[in-house]
Nanobody
Framework: QVQLVESGGGLVQAGGSLRLSCAAS????????MGWYRQAPGKQRELVAT???????NYADSVKGRFTISRDNAKNTVYLKMNSLKPEDTAVYYC???????????????WGQGTQVTVSS
């Protein structure tokens, strides 16, 4: 069984910073892309940023220049450093990883439980 556990959310004032972490654990053979998504109240879940196993990154236009995604392959962990936070960044942030479990013939996507980020104005 594979689990993703997020941490690092919280309440911050506009202009502040937070760093989210997401650690994958369990019977893992390899991890392909990892990423962060977010869902604000009344809105659909949207992509924030992704990173491949080789380190290539992709960002939503709304966070480019403010957020940085990174990963530590040795720790099966992905990070999201969020700077210059805005009230519109308020959402539940979810970690996603495409994992190839040990003993499985194929990989599949896994989600974390989500962590709340609230930015006050």
């Amino acid at each position: 069984q594979v689990q993703l556990v997020e941490s690092g959310g919280g309440l911050v004032q506009a202009g502040g910073s937070l760093r989210l972490s997401c650690a994958a654990s369990g019977s893992i053979f390899s991890i392909n892309a990892m990423g962060w998504y977010r869902q604000a109240p009344g809105k659909q879940r949207e992509l924030v940023a992704t990173i491949t196993s080789g380190g290539s990154t992709n960002y939503a236009d709304s966070v480019k220049g403010r957020f940085t995604i990174s990963r530590d392959n040795a720790k099966n962990t992905v990070y999201l450093k969020m700077n210059s936070l805005k009230p519109e960044d308020t959402a539940v942030y979810y970690c996603n990883a495409n994992v190839h479990p040990s003993g499985s013939l194929w990989s599949r996507g896994y989600w974390g439980q989500g962590t709340q980020v609230t930015v006050s104005s």
